[in-house]
């Protein structure tokens, strides 16, 4: 497909915005011939849901595992209770020595002969300490990404309400600081927030990964046979409703990008938005929910529409 940018047709209205809610533009009136083999490609657009927009939470859970189980407190436990059962085994040899001595007569508190904790055993404890404080910011930034995670997956944030909810936090940012001018309550609430100390195994963060790449797996699976082929004279409806295929044609057809929520358009690498196709003498739109990489997906439409025009005024000539 040709990138000259000199054949590009505008769409109708405004220029595209890419904080705009919507962008017209037009395929023009192309003719219903069929496509030679040096005409246009085509554009597929797949049928994705929400898996994609939850791989900050499956990718940061392996990294968070990977870093929980060399710089967390598992392996120090691990090796402290490997040090407690040695120690209790020694101390289980000693009373039994010492009541072979005592006429074969076992000791009634073997804690007693437990070895005194030395300097590795301090050093086990230490790193314990340290590595429980580690997996205490692991939990947290977690905490924070899952809960991202949701609210882009539960709610969509157009642009004007996350402006609104941008506006509604400072205000009660500042509330609560001049709140705190008269009522110092302030710092014993941040005080009980770091007391929290919400920490995980690595067994854990892995397992959110091992779920998460199941689910993209299972994902890329579905897409492969749910998408719509956008052509030069028609557009293919495969799969995605009832397994069944439609076909729509692209004379006067004209398509709407729409940025439902401002999280995913910028989470990096998805960048997903809506797209809306009409037809004429068609009653309903074709919708699109969840297109990755949407601005990319319009340049294309936008090189087919004037790949389409330049043909039609061509052979009009």
Not at 261 to 277: A, C, Q
Request: charged content about 20%.
């Amino acid at each position: 497909m040709s990138e000259d940018s000199s054949q590009e047709q505008p769409n109708d209205g405004d220029p595209v915005n890419p904080i705009a809610a919507d962008t017209v533009g037009s395929a023009g009136d192309a003719k219903k011939s069929e496509a030679s083999s040096s005409g246009p490609g085509k554009i597929i657009v797949r049928l994705w849901p929400k898996t994609p927009v939850l791989y900050p939470v499956g990718i940061c859970a392996l990294i968070f595992a990977i870093l929980s189980y060399f710089f967390g407190a598992h392996r120090p436990l691990v090796e402290l209770a490997d040090y407690d059962e040695k120690a209790k085994t020694e101390a289980a040899v000693v009373a039994e020595v010492e009541a072979q001595e005592n006429g074969g007569e076992k000791a009634e508190d073997r804690n007693k002969f437990l070895t005194i904790p030395d300097e590795e055993f301090t050093k086990l404890q230490s790193r314990v300490s340290k590595g429980f404080n580690f997996d205490c910011v692991l939990g947290f930034a977690f905490l924070i990404l899952f809960t991202y995670a949701l609210f882009t997956v539960c709610v969509d944030f157009e642009v004007r309400w996350a402006l609104i909810s941008v506006f509604f936090v400072i205000i009660l940012i500042l509330s609560l600081i001049i709140a705190n001018l008269y009522n110092q309550f302030l710092p014993d609430f941040i005080s009980s927030l770091f007391s929290l100390t919400p920490t995980a195994s690595p067994q854990f963060y892995l397992a959110i990964f091992v779920i998460w790449l199941s689910l993209m797996i299972v994902t890329l699976v579905v897409v492969r046979f749910h998408y719509v082929k956008i052509e030069s004279n028609e557009v293919v409806v495969v799969g995605g409703f009832l397994e069944k295929q439609k076909r729509y044609s692209t004379f006067r057809m004209r398509y709407v990008k729409e940025i439902k929520d401002v999280m995913e358009y910028y989470l990096p690498f998805v960048r997903s938005g809506r797209l809306i196709f009409t037809f004429p003498g068609v009653e309903e739109p074709l919708v699109l929910d969840n297109v990755l990489n949407i601005d990319r997906v319009i340049r294309s439409l936008d090189r087919l529409s004037s790949r389409l025009n330049v043909e039609e005024h061509g052979g009009e000539m």
